[in-house]
Each structure stands twice: as C-alpha cells, then as structure tokens.
C-alpha cells in the first residue's frame, strides 16, 4: 500500500463517524501532527478494500482483524455488522461518487 492508498485508507474510516466530538477530536490530532510515519509492513498497514477480488474474501480480512462478529447489531448504523460491511462493499465497487451527507441517507433507508 503506498502513501495514497493509506490516506484513502483513513479517510474512508473518518467519514463512518458521525458524532461531531470525535471529529473535533481528530481535528486537533491532525493539526498538531507535523509528520505521519507510514509503515509498508503488512502488519501495520491495513489492506485497502479494492485489494480484494470478492466481498469473501474482504469479509475474511476483516475478520482475522478482530472486526465485529457478522451478526453482531450495530445501533448506530442500525443493521448488523455483516450488512454494515456489505453496504461499504457495494459502494466502493459501485463505480459512483457520492457526497457523505447522501451517504448518511442511504444509510438511514436501509
């Protein structure tokens, strides 16, 4: 994973939170940053979604991670935790760019 790809990787992650304290939080964790260490060792670099030839295969990632067990709720998105991730799936595959706050709707519908 290069340089790009981690910082695609972080921001992905940064647009599932909603809550504005948090946010506010990694706000002022960037600002005083000066440098972000990267690291190529497959141990600390996550893999980035797109690697990945099928949901299978990601979802089997995700899980040797330690991610949430498949039928765990998560009231927060409100669906479990395999359809969270099937959702994130189907939207990066999906060829469409889309604003968060759309993101957030089509989250809310389902």
Sequence with gaps: MNVTEYQNNIIR????????EKLN???HLVKKLRVISFSDDENTAEKDIMEFKTFEEWDAYLQSKDFKE???????WNMSS???RRFIWDAE????????????EKLSEL
């Design 70 to 76: 498949p039928d765990e709720f998560l009231p927060e």
């Design 93 to 104: 595959h999906s060829g469409e760019y889309i604003p968060v706050e759309q993101f957030y």
């Design 13 to 20: 992650q940064v647009l599932l939170i909603n809550e504005e």
């Design 25 to 27: 939080e990694i706000d």
């Design 82 to 84: 395999y359809d969270f």
